[in-house]
């Protein structure tokens, strides 16, 4: 069992930058790729990005390519999205999410998800 907890939420000027953490409960964080996802007002939810267990590969969703950047911290069970030139189509509820194997842009497929953190930018 994984308990993911996100933080670093906010509201954001167009061009600024955000940096979300999320916080992992448990001795076996790394055993998971860890993904961020997206859910917008009235839009489904979307991939953002994954990073394997190791921290040695990411992957991302093209709109957020460039300009967002996923890092892990094993030692602190702890993953990052640092968000940068955001938009204001950036705006969503950002999900932290854990599986084992290999990254994926079907949310059906993450086994924990945290409680998501509101992101808005403004324009």
């Known amino acids: 069992q994984v308990q993911l907890v996100e933080s670093g939420g906010g509201l954001v000027q167009a061009g600024g930058s955000l940096r979300l953490s999320c916080a992992a409960s448990?001795?076996?964080?790394?055993?998971?790729?860890m993904g961020w996802f997206r859910q917008a007002p009235g839009k489904e939810r979307e991939f953002v990005g994954g990073i394997l267990r190791s921290g040695g590969s990411t992957t991302y969703a093209d709109s957020v390519k460039g300009r967002f950047t996923i890092s892990r911290d094993n030692a602190k069970n702890t993953v990052y999205l640092q968000m940068n030139s955001l938009k204001p189509e950036d705006t969503a509820v950002y999900y932290c999410t854990a599986r084992q194997g290999y990254y994926s842009g079907m949310s059906r497929l993450y086994d924990y998800w945290g409680q998501g953190t509101q992101v808005t930018v403004s324009s």
């Open positions: 448990g001795r076996t964080f790394g055993r998971y790729t």
